[in-house]
């Protein structure tokens, strides 16, 4: 039981979060409306979104959404949480055991703290997505075949490696097959041993996925007919990779984006990854797979047009444990060099600044008025001393493994008592208070029809309501309110001050302000 504490108390620093903090209108909403429709409809495979074609994602993550509304009626942020949540402690407990041989004991726990307070996997871990779920298939695919390679490999290992990729595809879509494979003929190129590919990805695991993925598609096409399985198969595949509808950035992009990507520890993963390789300290083949399967997903996803920082994923745990094993060897060589410390040095800084950093910007600039509250302090103020016992560790000790499990400890200590925050500005995150006000608006007089304007995807506000909420264009709106209907209309503040003709349209009519926005009674 000792052994599984730390995830006890991870999850108690991320639980008021998951308590307390409204969905968000761009994916979570989204999902979960797509999910309400799919029950309504008694589709499996075929997904729609307000009628239209929803052939973005696999079905396994929505499933799990329907699961839960079947079963509780409705959907608990905090329940529906565990599904990211639950797949980052796999993650963690998975590379923990994996880099048991390369790592004391002492350095495994740095790797987890390191890669569970990197921005976008602690972030993963708490957002309404697929992507950590996918993450978790694809290390768990990549272990077993790392089991298979050092020859410790079972007989169902060749099946439960093709089972792992599929269901990473079945979450995610093609990464969860491309990101595996490509590391596995890279890893085994690299070692001059890329005739063995057919131990590993051989027959087996060919028709496992095959079988699998016709099953699939068999069932798209009986729900959802021809076009929408060309569209699951190509636009979304294709189309993507060559020329990105959607999410379409230039070939540097997870460079560019690679600072708050993986802060506070970016600085620390460049200089490891760097001076492990300048200095030639990669001798373990452990090292050498965690840094090809970094190097290749972060090259191939470069390749693809369609990105976003949380698509890289799936690579941060190899890339957090690559660095802690070059970590461990410079500290183990007693290499201490003043310069190797700033890497953790910065992200210590930052805490320590973080309480009066917070009390000048809550005073000077207006749009951060809103800091101004117990738990950002209490919260700035607990980073505040981790961030001061970390330089104390860093000048005494000259330990930077124990220096970054302290900045780590202090961040999720914050974390945990910010999250008391959270209520007070559910109304700049989600629509929950929004739809709240409208419905209670519609119940007390008697209006059934919902109307949005600059609003974006305000239709998942139907997760709320029950009902559609029908976006709207200027003419669209202007022609909906003069039939004489009654309606309840969601509209942009920013559009109510700066649009005349709205104003005037709107003028005269009950108003209700719900933070950024206004709920008006035709």
């Known amino acids: 039981m000792k052994k599984y504490v730390k995830y006890l108390l991870w999850l108690a620093a991320l639980a008021p979060l998951l308590l307390l903090r409204d969905y968000t209108p761009d994916n979570e909403l989204r999902y979960l409306s797509i999910a309400d429709e799919a ?94 779920l996918m993450a978790m298939f694809i290390v768990l695919a990549l272990r077993v075949f790392w089991r298979m390679y050092e020859g410790h490999g079972r007989k169902r290992d060749p099946w ?145 047009s369609a990105k976003l920082e949380i698509y890289l994923l799936p690579a941060y745990p190899f890339l957090a444990y690559f660095s802690v094993m070059m970590l461990q060897r410079l500290e183990d060589g007693r290499r201490w060099n003043g310069w190797f410390s700033v890497p953790v040095l910065l992200p210590a800084l930052v805490l320590v600044v973080s309480l009066p950093a917070v009390w000048a910007l809550a005073r000077r600039v207006d749009a951060l008025a809103m800091l101004d509250a117990v738990p950002v302090y209490a919260g700035a103020a607990v980073m505040m001393l981790a961030g001061v016992y970390a330089l104390f560790v860093l000048y005494r000790q000259k330990s930077l493994a124990k220096a970054v499990c302290t900045v780590a400890t202090g961040l999720l200590c914050g974390v945990f008592v910010v999250s008391f925050f959270v209520p007070g500005i559910n109304s700049e995150i989600g629509y929950g208070p929004l739809a709240g006000k409208g419905a209670e608006l519609s119940e007390k007089y008697g209006i059934r029809q919902y109307y949005s304007y600059d609003v974006k995807r305000a239709s998942g506000m139907e997760v709320y309501l029950g009902k559609d909420v029908e976006e709207t264009t200027w003419e669209e709106l202007q022609s909906a309110l003069s039939g004489g209907e009654r309606a309840i209309v969601f509209v942009r503040n920013r559009s109510l001050r700066n649009q005349e003709p709205l104003r005037e349209l709107l003028a005269g009519k009950e108003q209700h302000a719900v933070g950024r926005y206004t709920v008006v009674v035709w």
């Open 160 to 304: 439960l490696l093709a089972l792992w990729v599929f269901l990473a595809l079945f979450t995610k879509g093609p990464f969860g097959v491309m990101i595996p494979v490509a590391a596995i003929l890279v890893f085994l190129l690299a070692k001059g041993r890329l005739r063995t590919v057919g131990r590993y990805l051989g027959w087996r695991f060919w028709l496992v996925l095959l079988a699998l993925c016709g099953a699939w598609f068999g069932c798209v096409y009986a729900e959802g007919g021809r076009a929408y399985l060309d569209n699951l198969l190509f636009n979304q595949t294709v189309n993507r990779a060559v020329d990105s509808f959607s999410h379409k950035k230039g070939f540097f992009f997870y460079f560019e984006t690679f600072g708050f990507a993986f802060a506070p520890w970016c600085l620390l993963y460049v200089v490891m990854l760097v001076t492990g390789v300048w200095k030639r300290w990669v001798r373990t083949d452990a090292e050498r797979f965690f840094l090809t399967v970094f190097c290749t997903t972060l090259a191939m996803l470069s390749c693809i």
């Open 39 to 132: 029950l309504r409809d008694g589709h499996l495979f075929a997904f729609y979104n307000q009628g239209e074609a929803y052939a973005d994602k696999p079905p396994l993550y929505l499933w799990l959404l329907m699961a839960v509304r079947t079963l509780t009626g409705g959907y608990n942020m905090l329940l529906l949480g565990l599904f990211s949540v639950v797949p980052a402690f796999v993650v963690l407990e998975v590379m923990d055991r994996w880099a048991a041989r390369e790592l004391s004991p002492a350095y495994r726990l740095t790797a987890q703290m390191a890669l569970f307070t990197t921005a976008y996997f602690i972030g993963g871990a708490v957002v309404l997505r697929m992507d950590m």
